[in-house]
């Protein structure tokens, strides 16, 4: 595995991670810095992507692995690290009972910095609109993966993961999630980490990690 970045500052920082599953060793003293930007996380089927972004949310945990957000230990200040990274699994049905309207009024209570009127806008660029009264369970695939994505732009985290975006999305949808990665291109004190087979169309990016 390989990791390119730009020089400049850090804002997630990966050191020694080391995570065995069964007999397959993915990752062996790995060690990564995150700057602002988009970073993009590439690889096959089964090559980590998905693996590296919960270990980064702090969500799974390693063999071995020192996290820091902003200074922020997640060994020693876990709380406060969890707050200033945004992760959502889009192929989790835990929150399926709840409408979007909760799931997001439960991402504004987590993270100080959310945007609501970043969300209002995304709720009708993203025709969401008809959505969100609903239980989660009742909506499609691309549905729920754009209330996900709703809550990730909005939610004004320092480092936000996001795990295949595009995926189940229509073309409209696409186009939108692609200009909201260009303009976070270009921020100076926030990431964006995407996880994909590969890296997002015309976007440029601060860093990419070759899995």
């Known amino acids: 595995m390989e990791a390119d970045r730009a020089s400049g500052a850090t804002l997630l920082q ?3 991670l080391r995570l065995r599953f069964s007999q397959q060793v993915l990752f062996a003293d790995f060690s990564v810095c995150i700057p602002p930007g988009v970073t993009s996380v590439q690889g ?18 390693a063999d071995a692995v020192r996290l820091r957000v902003n200074g922020t230990s997640l ?17 989790s049905d835990a929150l399926d009972a709840l409408t979007p309207v909760a799931y997001w009024a439960a991402v504004q209570q987590r993270y100080p910095a959310f945007d609501a009127q970043l969300l209002a806008d995304l709720v009708d660029g993203l025709s969401l609109a008809q959505h969100q009264d609903k239980a989660l369970y009742m909506l499609s695939t691309g549905s729920k993966r754009k209330v996900w994505l709703a809550a990730a732009f909005a939610s004004g985290a320092a480092v936000t993961l996001l795990d295949e975006p595009f995926a189940a999305l229509d073309k409209a ?21 995407v996880a994909d087979y590969e890296a997002p169309r015309g976007v440029r990016l601060a860093s990419t990690i070759s899995l």
């Open 75 to 91: 060994a020693d200040q876990p709380q406060s690290y969890r707050s200033q990274v945004f992760w959502a699994d889009p192929r």
């Open 44 to 61: 096959g089927e089964g090559s980590g992507k998905t693996t590296l972004l919960r270990l980064m949310a702090g969500e799974l945990a």
């Open 173 to 193: 949808s696409i186009n939108l999630v692609l200009e909201l990665l260009h303009d976070a291109s270009t921020h100076a004190t926030r990431a964006w980490v």
């Open 14 to 16: 990966i050191d020694g």
